[in-house]
């Protein structure tokens, strides 16, 4: 069974950082997409970054130049780190991952962390 467990979230001003850790229990040497959605209050889920098995990366629109995503195949685990956090950052950001390529769509993600909730006050 398929594990994602996130942190990092929190209440913070704007203007300051976050970084988001998901660790899982896959195997290394599987192909999987991991990736991060975001579902700020009363809006749909939406990509913010995809991390395909060959270490390249995507970001979303609205966060390129704002954040990085990395990766410590040690410890099985990836990082979304946010800066100049916005009021409209506020969401539940979720871990996911599934096998084989990545995706911009939520609906084609098999796996899920519990989510982690971002609120950014102005």
């Known amino acids: 069974q398929v594990q994602l467990v996130e942190s990092g979230g929190g209440s913070v001003q704007a203007g300051e950082s976050l970084r988001l850790s998901c660790t899982s229990n896959?195997?290394?040497?599987?192909?999987?997409?991991m990736a991060w959605f975001r579902q700020p209050p009363g809006k749909e889920r939406e990509a913010v970054a995809l991390?395909?098995?060959?270490?390249?990366?995507s970001l979303a629109h609205f966060v390129q130049g704002r954040a990085t995503i990395s990766k410590d195949n040690v410890r099985n685990s990836q990082y979304l780190n946010i800066n100049s956090l916005k009021p409209e950052d506020t969401a539940m950001y979720y871990c996911?991952?599934?096998?084989?390529?990545?995706?911009?769509?939520?609906?084609?993600?098999?796996?899920w962390g519990q989510g982690t909730q971002v609120t950014v006050a102005s």
């Open positions: 996911t991952t599934r096998f084989g390529w990545c995706s911009w769509y939520n609906q084609v993600y098999e796996y």
């Open positions: 896959i195997s290394r040497n599987r192909t999987v997409c």
């Open positions: 991390f395909p098995s060959d270490g390249s990366s």
